[in-house]
């Protein structure tokens, strides 16, 4: 132990890395935590309908901030004027005028979104979620600077508190209305909490408005890449809930929602700690820049890739165990869901470490060009699969796309010297086997699967 924590000790790069790794994979597990015990709780006051109406919600929520995402914080992450006070209240202002008109998107979709869905509770339902939005684009830039320098521990802490507010507003809100505007009410909560915390706890100088020309024409100048990107990353992000809200009932939703939720739990992990890291990783040490900078990336990404994998091995063999000991039998096929999705998400493991290279090296255009590809794919490939074999056939479909990208993702990483083969043949080799078995071992989840959803849309 003394090796390691000396290695956590002190402002060198190696140890703001480690640090902030562990602070981002804690805070992720106390997180998802939280959100399992607040489902366990909410399961027992609220019916599966619910849930399927919130993915529905969450899905124009989490698009519209996407498909609006001007690469404010990767931009503060990675410009030479990342510490200005004039850059980041210029990056202030775009967010504050952002949040503003992403509610008001909401306001303008809501009717449309109910009709398309035949669901006229959404009508509601969508313009008061988007409330969340405004609020989140008060947030003071002192987040993106935390990362920046990697020093995220109070972060981390202070977005748990600000979850553990909203879980609980949720769940007394739940127990009091018994229906799904408690999910509803409990995100603007924590929203609102979340706010309030990094604006009176995180050091340094509060925003205001400005708006200097030449930090607003960098911001715009890397952002238009971005935008477009995060654009297409909807799809990759929700693309899912988005297709399948048109093929399954709310309540085979609702179930698909529980099945993802708890399946997704390794990769998102990975994704968070990499989000947070890489970008100043790289800028600082660019793995092209010397075989000294590769060695050091490679050996973390083989440990963090080794790590999420075994994350994965444990939800593929254990998912229906873990579904039958923490909810009733309503929820019972969310079970074989979590299988077959943890096995399909193991190309994504394998990339994970990738594509922010070219973020770090302001390369957002051809960050774009990956994530256009890697949408593209997914989209075909889950409405073909969920045209041919209905909920199966999608998730085929995702596993089917992931692999279709990966050429444009060695593309990407080659270009900024960041692609490590002996680490992708390795992981590939024990990703096949781990699917291959997992498979075996749940075939019976998996014919249950397909006799409750059938073999069509």
């Known amino acids: 132990m003394a090796p390691l924590l000396s290695r956590l000790r002190g402002d060198g790069l190696v140890a703001r890395v480690m640090r902030s790794s562990a602070f981002t994979a804690l805070g992720y597990g106390a997180s998802q935590a939280m ?45 030479r004027r990342g510490d200005d006070r004039d850059f980041l209240n210029t ?57 920046r320098h990697l020093q995220l521990g109070r972060v981390t802490a202070l977005d748990l508190v600000a979850q553990a507010i909203g879980i609980v507003a949720m769940v007394i809100m739940a127990w009091l209305l018994q229906s799904v505007w408690a999910l509803v009410v409990g995100w603007i909560i924590s929203a609102i909490a979340r706010l309030v915390l990094m604006s009176r706890y995180l050091p340094g100088e509060g925003n205001r408005l400005r708006w200097e020309p030449e930090a607003a024409r ?6 238009v890449w971005l935008f477009l990107s995060t654009a297409c990353g909807f799809l990759v992000a929700q693309g899912d809930k988005a297709i399948l809200g048109k093929y399954l009932t ?3 939703l609702g179930l698909y929602n529980i099945g993802f939720f708890l399946a997704s739990f390794p990769l998102l992990l990975g994704q968070t700690v990499t989000g947070r890291i890489l970008i100043p990783l790289y800028r600082e040490r660019p793995p092209g820049a010397s075989a000294e900078n590769f060695r050091a990336i490679r050996r973390m990404r083989f440990g963090m890739t080794a790590c999420i994998m075994a994350l994965v091995a444990v939800m593929a063999f254990l ?9 009733d039998d309503r929820y019972a096929a969310a079970g074989a869901i979590l299988v077959l999705i943890a096995v399909i998400q193991i190309p994504q493991v394998i990339g994970m470490t990738y594509d922010q290279s070219a973020l770090a090296a302001g390369d957002s ?10 949408a593209t794919f997914l989209t075909l490939g889950m409405i073909l699969g969920a045209e041919s074999m209905g909920l199966v056939g999608a998730l085929v479909g995702q596993g089917l796309a992931a692999i279709a ?15 490590d083969g002996l680490h992708d043949v390795f992981f590939a080799v024990v990703g096949v086997g781990l ?15 397909i006799a409750l959803f059938g073999v069509g849309p």
Do not use: C, K
């Open 319 to 327: 998912g229906e165990g873990i579904v039958a000991l923490m909810y």
């Open 435 to 449: 699917a291959v078995l997992a498979l075996a071992v749940d075939q019976t989840a998996l014919r249950a699967l």
């Open 218 to 223: 960098d911001l715009i100048h890397f952002g």
């Open 35 to 79: 959100r399992l015990a607040s489902n366990l709780i909410l399961t027992r006051l609220l019916f599966p309908e619910a849930f399927g109406m919130m993915a529905l919600v969450s899905v124009f929520i989490v698009g519209l901030t996407m498909f609006s995402d001007v690469g404010v914080g990767p931009s503060i992450l990675q410009h």
């Open 91 to 147: 990056a202030w202002t775009v967010q504050v005028i952002r949040g503003g008109i992403l509610w008001i998107m909401t306001m303008a979709l809501a009717l449309p979104v109910a009709h398309f869905y035949d669901q006229p509770q959404l009508a509601l339902l969508l313009p008061v979620a988007g409330i969340s939005l405004l609020i989140h684009g008060f947030e003071p830039t002192r987040i993106e600077t935390a990362a």
């Open 365 to 374: 255009r051809n960050y774009f060009y990956f994530t256009l590809a890697r």
């Open 405 to 419: 990208s990966y050429p444009v993702l060695i593309w990407l990483a080659r270009r900024h010297g960041a692609w």
């Open 250 to 252: 709310l309540e085979h």
